[in-house]
């Protein structure tokens, strides 16, 4: 399991702090022969920096169930979270409840992806409100599940939390979490744009050849959620020439239809601008 933590920062350099926080969690869980025990944990920063990419490769590094929680979906005041009492028609067991009683760990790894995002019909009922309790480990050890009705141990729980901004949480769920500021250094991404371009030729069977320093360099304007979506439609414009390597114009191509059609200079999206190694250099 440490060795693939400490893999993570191949494929997440930008995360290197927080995979190292959970190192030393493993590495004083292996010295002292005791559970791993993580505290509650948020990764903070701008849209499209991976930070559900990283979760999600996070709980395949500790090898544990997982399931996202996408806080912006939630209109009620957290019944995805403690479920829902027999009283009413829906009622089912929430999600904490489902993953300890029917999965396998004690401690899957739950995320809660844009949690500062929660839209209930009832602003006096958020669910936020539950999370003081599943957050806190000393009540997360007597979790009261609406459905199920019994005390549920939930104090082993890795919570994962991600978000763009902390400004609309209350101060009393920032204090409960460890806060990890995130952003991506221009010289790491390289690293991360051959990841991410990894990834898409995994999920196409792994037909394509690597591309040319040249490429990369040609694609750094965009962030990593666009990146993600580029290398894949590019992968197209190669197969319909007949070809497993990729060249500038599938990627113009791709910039093209991610652009709406538009005409023109590719648009520079996201934490760094549109300038190419050459240009700084010959700066």
Same mark, same amino acid.
């Given at each position: 399991m440490l060795e693939r933590l400490k893999a993570?920062?191949?494929?997440?350099?930008?995360?290197?702090? &927080? $995979?190292?926080?959970?190192?030393?969690?493993? +590495?004083?869980?292996?010295? %002292?022969? %005791?559970? !791993? /025990? !993580?505290?509650?944990? &948020?990764?903070?920063? %701008?849209?499209?920096?991976? #930070? $559900?990419?990283?979760? /999600? #490769?996070?709980?395949?590094?500790?090898?544990?169930?997982s399931e996202v929680i996408a806080m912006n979906l939630m209109t009620d005041r957290g019944s995805t979270f403690s479920g829902l009492s027999p009283v009413w028609k829906a009622s089912a067991p929430g999600k904490v409840a489902k993953m300890l009683i029917e999965g396998s760990h004690a401690c899957p790894l739950i995320v809660i992806d844009e949690i500062e995002k929660a839209s209930p019909i009832n602003p006096n009922e958020t669910p936020i409100q539950v999370l003081h309790s599943l957050l806190e480990s000393e009540n997360a050890a007597c979790f009261l599940d609406e459905f199920v009705d019994l005390p549920i141990r939930a104090d082993h729980i890795f919570w994962f939390a991600t978000a763009n901004s902390l400004d609309p949480l209350p101060p009393s769920i920032?204090?409960?979490?460890? @806060?990890?500021? &995130?952003? $991506? #250094?221009?010289?790491? +991404? @390289?690293?991360?744009?051959?990841?991410?371009?990894?990834?898409a030729n995994l999920r196409a069977g792994g037909a394509f050849a690597e591309p040319p320093p040249a490429l990369f360099e040609a694609t750094e304007g965009h962030n990593l959620r666009t990146l993600s979506r580029l290398w894949t439609i590019a992968m197209g414009f190669a197969c319909e020439a007949g070809r497993r390597n990729l060249i500038d114009a599938d990627i113009r191509g791709a910039e093209q239809i991610l652009q709406g059609g538009k005409e023109g200079v590719k648009r520079p999206i996201g934490f760094i601008r549109s300038v190419s190694r050459s240009e700084r250099a010959a700066e």
């Amino acid at each position: 399991m440490l060795e693939r933590l400490k893999a993570l920062d191949v494929i997440c350099p930008q995360f290197a702090a &927080v $995979t190292a926080w959970v190192v030393r969690a493993g +590495m004083l869980s292996h010295g %002292t022969n %005791t559970p !791993l /025990r !993580l505290d509650p944990a &948020v990764v903070v920063g %701008t849209p499209g920096v991976g #930070k $559900t990419f990283y979760a /999600r #490769k996070l709980a395949e590094a500790l090898a544990v169930p997982s399931e996202v929680i996408a806080m912006n979906l939630m209109t009620d005041r957290g019944s995805t979270f403690s479920g829902l009492s027999p009283v009413w028609k829906a009622s089912a067991p929430g999600k904490v409840a489902k993953m300890l009683i029917e999965g396998s760990h004690a401690c899957p790894l739950i995320v809660i992806d844009e949690i500062e995002k929660a839209s209930p019909i009832n602003p006096n009922e958020t669910p936020i409100q539950v999370l003081h309790s599943l957050l806190e480990s000393e009540n997360a050890a007597c979790f009261l599940d609406e459905f199920v009705d019994l005390p549920i141990r939930a104090d082993h729980i890795f919570w994962f939390a991600t978000a763009n901004s902390l400004d609309p949480l209350p101060p009393s769920i920032v204090d409960r979490l460890i @806060v990890f500021q &995130v952003e $991506t #250094k221009e010289a790491e +991404m @390289v690293a991360i744009q051959q990841s991410i371009f990894h990834q898409a030729n995994l999920r196409a069977g792994g037909a394509f050849a690597e591309p040319p320093p040249a490429l990369f360099e040609a694609t750094e304007g965009h962030n990593l959620r666009t990146l993600s979506r580029l290398w894949t439609i590019a992968m197209g414009f190669a197969c319909e020439a007949g070809r497993r390597n990729l060249i500038d114009a599938d990627i113009r191509g791709a910039e093209q239809i991610l652009q709406g059609g538009k005409e023109g200079v590719k648009r520079p999206i996201g934490f760094i601008r549109s300038v190419s190694r050459s240009e700084r250099a010959a700066e």
